[in-house]
């Protein structure tokens, strides 16, 4: 029972470079999401899907790319990393509207 | 985008106290869902509620919903310390899910 898998889980990168984060979901869920979490600030949506081939803006998707192009994976892309993108970053996943989410257990990302 | 009010954002209880974390929002919500992370793990679902009124309970845990659909609250009852971490609500709208920030729950032994 993998549920939902999040690699890497730890990864320190100097500011400018770039970096993907893999999120790997097992449920065959249709939808997926990428949040960041920050001291005080809860869970920010960054991006997310609605199916496979599909992606859609959220919160705070600036500095973000993603890429959803298999059913069961959710890429996470910073193109040029920034000491503000360092944060903790989840992985989600749900069956259908108002099914609760899954979460990975995320990765810890510092930029210097 | 969808505000979520969560209070209080830290609470420190003994143990068997009773502990109550509040969400608000200015506009009535289709549904609201309840997380519960431990430190240094990620959030895990408690509960949906979505109807006006609702009240739904797991063993010391009481939810509810409120009448006008723009408030919900958690309550536990006699905390145990298995009951650390941060509870935080959730709204879903426009296909995006809005977070309230949590409410930090430390119990004192």
């Known amino acids: 029972n993998a549920g939902v898998t999040q690699t890497p889980k730890f990864r320190v990168l100097k500011t400018g470079q770039s970096m993907t984060l893999l999120c790997a979901q097992d449920?065959?869920?249709?939808?997926m999401y990428w949040y960041r979490q920050d001291p005080g600030m809860g869970l920010r949506l960054i991006h997310y899907?609605?199916?496979?081939?599909?992606?859609a803006k959220g919160e705070v998707p600036d500095g973000y790319n993603v890429s959803r192009l298999k059913k069961q994976n959710f890429l996470l892309g910073l193109e040029s990393a920034a000491p503000s993108q360092t944060s903790v970053y989840f992985c989600?996943?749900?069956?259908?509207?108002?099914?609760?989410?899954?979460f990975g257990d995320g990765t810890r990302l510092s930029i210097l | 985008g969808q505000q979520v009010m969560q209070i209080p954002q830290y609470q420190h209880v003994q143990e068997g106290e009773d502990f109550t974390t509040y969400c608000n929002s200015s506009?009535?919500?289709?549904?609201i869902q309840w997380y519960k992370q431990r430190p240094g793990g990620h959030p895990v679902f408690l509960i949906q509620?979505?109807?006006?009124?609702e009240v739904k309970k797991q063993k010391r845990l009481t939810f509810q919903f409120g009448e006008a659909k723009k408030n919900s609250s958690l309550h536990i009852t006699a905390t145990q310390t298995t009951d650390v971490g941060t509870y935080f609500c959730a709204v879903y709208t426009g296909n995006q899910f809005y977070f309230g920030t949590g409410t930090s729950l430390t119990v004192i032994p």
């Open positions: 899907s609605v199916g496979e081939g599909t992606t």
């Open positions: 506009t009535t919500l289709s549904n």
């Open positions: 449920m065959n869920h249709e939808y």
């Open positions: 989600a996943s749900r069956d259908s509207i108002l099914q609760p989410q899954h």
């Open positions: 509620l979505v109807k006006s009124g």
